[in-house]
C-alpha cells in the first residue's frame, strides 16, 4: 500500500533552518503530485507547497524566499528545505500526495486535492 514517511523535524531557535524529508514507498512516486502542509496547534491545516510531476512550485506567501520544496523521483522522496524560521512555522509537517501527473496540482491547495498523507513531523521554533 501507499506510505509517506516524514522526518527531520526538531527543535530550533528563531532563524535556523530544517530539512523535512518524506520518503513515498507503494506508489508510482514520479507520476504525482506532492506538497507539504501544516497543522498548528488548535488550528486547521494548512498548505504550504506543492510540486507537479514537471517541477512547477507553489509557495503559500508566508513563506516565500523562506522555504525550498524539491522532489528526487530517483529516491521516491519529498523535501521541504526550510530556513530563517519563525515562531509562526510552529507546527506538524505533514507530506501529502494526489496521484495525478503533469500539472494538476498547480494551485490547488485544498487538503481535500491530496489523497495519501504522511504521520507528521513536528517542527517547533523558539524566539
Known amino acids: 500500500q501507499v506510505q509517506l514517511v516524514e522526518s527531520g523535524g526538531g527543535s530550533v531557535q528563531a532563524g535556523g533552518s530544517l530539512r523535512l524529508s518524506c520518503a513515498v514507498s507503494g506508489s508510482r512516486f514520479y507520476l504525482s503530485c506532492m506538497g507539504w502542509f501544516r497543522q498548528a496547534a488548535g488550528k486547521q491545516r494548512e498548505w504550504v507547497s506543492s510540486?507537479?510531476?514537471?517541477?512547477?512550485?507553489t509557495y503559500t506567501d508566508s513563506v516565500k524566499g523562506r522555504f525550498t520544496i524539491s522532489r528526487d523521483n530517483a529516491k521516491n522522496s519529498l523535501y521541504l528545505q526550510m530556513t530563517n524560521l519563525k515562531p509562526e512555522d510552529t507546527a506538524m509537517y505533514y507530506c501529502?500526495?494526489?496521484?495525478?501527473?503533469?500539472?494538476?496540482?498547480?494551485?490547488?491547495?485544498?487538503?481535500?486535492?491530496?489523497?495519501?498523507w504522511g504521520q507528521g513531523t513536528q517542527v517547533t521554533v523558539s524566539s
Open positions: 510540486i507537479t510531476t514537471d517541477s512547477r512550485i
Open positions: 501529502a500526495m494526489a496521484q495525478y501527473a503533469g500539472g494538476w496540482c498547480f494551485g490547488r491547495t485544498s487538503v481535500d486535492d491530496f489523497g495519501y
